[in-house]
């Protein structure tokens, strides 16, 4: 395991990963890794990383970065940093014409927590600041009238694409979004409830928010109401048990308490 410690964080291990990569075979898989990373915490031990984890991160991505980041994953096993195979959890989230007809149409409904709108609303204001700053710097670049080998040139408008694509899409989602009012009835897990869980093999307890998939992140306790273990736990009991179908095996837990969020973003058991 060369200098790594014991119990690594994610960036350690991703950095290890990627130095013994071919140079060639690196550069296609860095930008998948390191967003993998990010999403789940740079600093979270890999130790700590969880099925739950790696399937959300799987409703956030396209096919093809499935294959860069379950070798990523594999290596993680290989060379014992965490004691589950968490590859075969990573799965893109398959996209029906019907669902794709209905974006396209721009009908479909968004629910969103209060701090999840007000977390989308300061991105997008924060992207809108950074395309003032790209379009200056294209002025710039274009006022070098050499256009033959201007890098600094394409690299500004390739980056005035990627921020107009994501603040296209913020407006969209805050355009349709709906803010999720007060609701005390905790008699059945629901959208925007924080679901206190014990895992049956372990014992381990954690909890989690159930969220629409924008504002979704295990590492930050958010779960998406799409993903396995979302659509297991909701509309279940307190006392219940839920399994979950993965590759890798079935993942049982029970519901050992139900939260509910109130309107202002406060979480409290009733």
Known sequence: ??????????????DAFLSHLPPE???????????FVRWLGSSRQVKDISPVDVASYGEQIIPSAVKPLRSFLTYIRKKGFSSI?????????????KTATIWQGGQAQVTLTAQGYAKLEKELAS???????VIEE??????????RDNAPLAAAREQKAHLEGRIQGLEATLNLARIMGEDQ????????DTVVLSDLSSGKEFSYT?????????????????????????????????EVVAPAGTFRCRIENIMALSTEGEVGPQ
Request: charged share 30%.
């Open 185 to 192: 009835d905790i008699s059945r897990a629901k959208f925007g």
């Open 138 to 147: 294209i002025q710039k670049a274009a006022a070098d009238k050499d256009f």
């Open 210 to 242: 159930l969220v629409d998939p924008r504002e979704a992140n295990p590492a930050k306790g958010k779960l998406s109401v799409a993903s396995p273990l979302g659509k297991a736990i909701l509309d279940k009991e307190k006392g219940q048990t839920v």
């Open 85 to 97: 195979n968490l590859a075969p959890h990573l799965r893109a989230k398959k996209t029906s014409s």
């Open 25 to 35: 075979e690196r550069g296609k898989i860095q930008a998948e890794v390191s967003k």
């Open 127 to 133: 992207l809108k600041s950074q395309r003032s700053r």
């Open 1 to 14: 395991m060369g200098n790594i410690e014991h119990n690594p964080t994610l960036t350690q291990v991703a």
